[in-house]
C-alpha cells in the first residue's frame, strides 16, 4: 500500500523507510529541505514537501495514501508543552483528511500514557486522559480522529536508542558533560524502558500490517533500566565522577530536563509481543550507551 509517513528523514523515520519498502510498501516521506528530498529518493521513497509548523502540508500527504505512520515530534524537550500542542494540531489535521476512509493511521506516543500503579511497568491497555504528562494530547487527538471514521492505532515509545541517540538520555548526557559529573537522583532506583532503534522501526511495520483500530502497541524491548545504571555508564564513557542528587539539586542540575530526571517509567510490552510476534534483537540500552563514542557526540 501507498503509506505517507512523516519523520521520515529522521531517527526512527529513516529506518522506518527501508522496513515498508522491503515489506512491498510505496513510502511518501514528509521532508522539509532538499538534503531531506535527497536522502529520501536514495533510499526509494517520493517525496512530500511540509513542515509540523505548517499542518495543512501534511494533511495533503495524509490525503495521497492509503495509510499514514505519523512517526515525526520535535525533540526540544525546553518547549515539550508546545511541541505536544503542535504535535495535537497535526493529528486533529491528518485526521481531517482522512476522516471517514478508514485508512490505517498509526500515531505516536509515550509509554508514560500507560502509567497505572506507581511502581507497576505501564501497559497498552491503559490510557490515563488526565495523566500531567501533555503527551496525553497526542493519543486525545487520535481519539478524536477515531470518533471520526479513522482507524486509528498508536505505537508508543520508550527511550529508543543506538550508539549515536538514546531519547531523553541524549540531552542529559550532554548535561552532565557540561556539569562535570553524571549523576541520579536520591539512590536512582528509577527505570527506563528502553529498545534498539531498529526493533522499534520492525515494529512499526507490523502495526501496519497487522492493523488493529484503537490498539496501543509498546515498543519496549527492556522492561526498566535503573537510572543509577544509566548514570554509571554516561559517567564511564565521558571519563567524569557519578554521584546521587538530592530532591533540591535536581532543578539546578537538569534545568528544563528537571521534571523527566525523577520519573519511574518502566513498561511492558507482553501484549504487543503476542499480537504483533514483535521479538526484539537489538543491542541493549546499556550496551549502547557503553560503545557510543562520546567525543562524535559532543560533535554534534
Known sequence: MRVFLTGATGFIGSRIVPE???A???VLGLTRSDHGAEALARAGAEVHRGSLENPETLAGGAAQAVAVIHAAFDHDFANFLANCEKD??????MGDALAGSSKPFLITSGVGMGNGAPGQPATEQRFDRDNPN????????GEAAA??????????????HNVEKQG???PMIEVARARGFSAYVGEGKERWSAAHVSDVARLYRLALDKHEPGARYHAVAEEGVSAREVAEAVGL????????LSPEEVPGYYGPLAHFAALDLPASSEWTREKLGWQPTGRSLLSDLQHMNYHMAAAH
Open 24 to 26: 512491498g510498501h510505496e
Open 88 to 93: 495535537r494540531r497535526v493529528i486533529e489535521a
Open 147 to 160: 470518533a471520526r471514521g479513522v482507524s486509528v492505532a498508536v505505537v508508543r515509545l520508550p527511550q529508543v
Open 168 to 170: 531523553l538520555l541524549t
Open 134 to 141: 501533555p503527551r496525553r494530547l497526542s493519543e486525545l487527538a
Open 237 to 244: 564513557g565521558l571519563g567524569i565522577p557519578v554521584r546521587s
Open 20 to 22: 515498508l519498502i522491503a
